[in-house]
């Protein structure tokens, strides 16, 4: 009997510790330090020498894409393929130690850093007019693998911080697409097509942030922004934390 609670006791902790939930709350009690050099951190994760240090997104930048253009005008790539969305926000490179960063939030669990990735975004929505913010959905069945919705955690502070309701039941991810990389713009959008089902009650008239962690071709927020507008969303806007640049621009 002792041996069955015991055993009992165990598997419970275990449970708990591989819960986000419990995972939050421990990191709130733990004392703060920079996450990236191991000092005494300020606020959230990052002491200020790291914070400046990161690889903050230069500007001008076009305000399409959110990538660097010459006196912060309309980019080439914009005009002759102009994307679904309004515009993009971004306060990142997808450079080093962003991307280590958005990886251990990503694919080990490391939620304490949703707060502090979506702090350094908060700093470049200053005016932004939307409504609601849709934190980009999983596939059900990658949400089971996972756990968790990075996207939706990077959300929840910034709906908290800028009194913005989330609308992350509106839309459904129904295809699990295979990856993007390697494949070519046409190949992508074909790949993508039909992966989002909305519901129009939820979005119809709403000005709506889409939210993800990182922005590489734009492929797969260009085919959720359609299918928004498709389900009656007046306007689209992509708020990202790190923009990644294409290859071959540095
Ligand atoms: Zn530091
Ligand atoms: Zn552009």
């Given at each position: 009997m002792a041996a069955a609670s015991a055993g009992c006791k165990q598997s419970d902790h275990q449970k708990l510790n591989g819960s986000p939930l419990f995972k939050r709350q421990l990191l709130r009690r733990l004392p703060h330090r920079?996450?990236?050099?191991?000092?005494?951190?300020?606020?959230?994760?990052?002491?200020?020498?790291?914070?400046?240090?990161?690889?903050?997104?230069?500007?001008?930048?076009?305000?399409?894409?959110?990538?660097?253009?010459?006196?912060?005008?309309?980019?080439?790539?914009?005009?002759?393929?102009?994307?679904?969305?309004?515009?993009?926000?971004?306060?990142?490179?997808?450079?080093?130690?962003?991307?280590?960063?958005?990886?251990a939030l990503?694919y080990r669990g490391d939620l304490s850093l949703a707060?502090?990735?979506?702090?350094?975004?908060?700093?470049?929505?200053?005016?932004?007019?939307?409504?609601?913010?849709?934190?980009?959905?999983?596939?059900p069945a990658r949400l089971a693998a996972r756990g968790y919705n990075q996207?939706m955690e990077?959300?929840?502070?910034?709906?908290?911080?800028?009194?913005?309701?989330?609308?992350?039941?509106?839309?459904?991810?129904?295809?699990?697409?295979?990856?993007?990389?390697?494949?070519?713009?046409?190949?992508?959008?074909?790949?993508?097509?039909?992966?989002?089902?909305?519901?129009?009650?939820?979005?119809?008239?709403?000005?709506?942030?889409?939210?993800?962690?990182?922005?590489?071709?734009?492929?797969?927020?260009?085919?959720?922004?359609?299918?928004?507008?498709?389900?009656?969303?007046?306007?689209?806007?992509?708020?990202?934390?790190?923009?990644?640049?294409?290859?071959?621009?540095?």
């Amino acid at each position: 009997m002792a041996a069955a609670s015991a055993g009992c006791k165990q598997s419970d902790h275990q449970k708990l510790n591989g819960s986000p939930l419990f995972k939050r709350q421990l990191l709130r009690r733990l004392p703060h330090r920079c996450r990236l050099c191991g000092g005494a951190a300020r606020g959230i994760g990052l002491c200020p020498h790291c914070r400046a240090d990161l690889p903050w997104l230069p500007a001008p930048r076009c305000p399409i894409c959110a990538l660097p253009s010459e006196d912060g005008q309309i980019c080439g790539a914009c005009l002759s393929h102009p994307p679904a969305w309004q515009c993009t926000r971004s306060a990142l490179l997808y450079d080093f130690p962003v991307d280590g960063l958005i990886g251990a939030l990503k694919y080990r669990g490391d939620l304490s850093l949703a707060p502090l990735l979506a702090d350094c975004l908060a700093g470049v929505l200053d005016g932004a007019a939307v409504d609601a913010i849709l934190p980009l959905p999983l596939h059900p069945a990658r949400l089971a693998a996972r756990g968790y919705n990075q996207a939706m955690e990077l959300a929840r502070p910034l709906a908290r911080r800028f009194h913005l309701p989330l609308v992350h039941a509106a839309v459904q991810r129904v295809r699990d697409t295979p990856p993007q990389a390697g494949l070519d713009r046409a190949a992508r959008l074909k790949n993508l097509r039909g992966a989002f089902l909305a519901r129009p009650e939820l979005v119809s008239g709403l000005r709506i942030a889409v939210l993800d962690d990182v922005m590489t071709s734009g492929a797969t927020l260009g085919e959720l922004t359609r299918t928004l507008k498709q389900a009656g969303a007046v306007a689209v806007e992509c708020w990202v934390v790190a923009r990644a640049l294409p290859p071959g621009q540095t």
